[in-house]
């Protein structure tokens, strides 16, 4: 069966953006919406639109939470938005393109300065 996309469309917004609900409204598959979103930019713009909206809304309870001092919310804060000033759990260092990275390590010739 063939699905319109006006019909995707009142679909994806009676569910604000939700593809696996609005397929069920539908009765058809995910990948079918998938498949028209890749296809036509009004569909994926209602997705993104709804998306955005979602997390914009998550980001002021994140930011509510900061501010009451909840510390899973600074820990989570400093480890996503904070990444680039250092806090973070693991950081890796690669060369150009995800290559190796070459150290060369230089020692004084005084044999108690080596560790």
């Known amino acids: 069966m063939a699905y319109r996309t006006a019909d995707i469309l009142k679909a994806l917004e009676e ?65 996503s938005l904070g990444k680039n000033r250092g806090y973070v759990e693991r950081q890796e260092v690669t060369g150009k393109d995800g290559e190796g990275v070459t150290l060369k390590v230089i020692y004084d010739n005084k044999p108690d300065d080596r560790v």
């Open 15 to 79: 569910t604000h953006g939700m593809i696996y609900l609005a397929a069920s409204a539908l009765g058809c598959s995910p990948h079918t919406i998938y498949r028209h979103a890749a296809k036509n930019p009004k569909v994926q713009g209602v997705i993104d639109s709804y998306r955005g909206k979602l997390v914009d809304k998550a980001e002021l309870k994140l930011e509510q939470a900061v501010m009451a001092g909840e510390p899973w919310a600074v820990t989570l804060t400093l480890k």
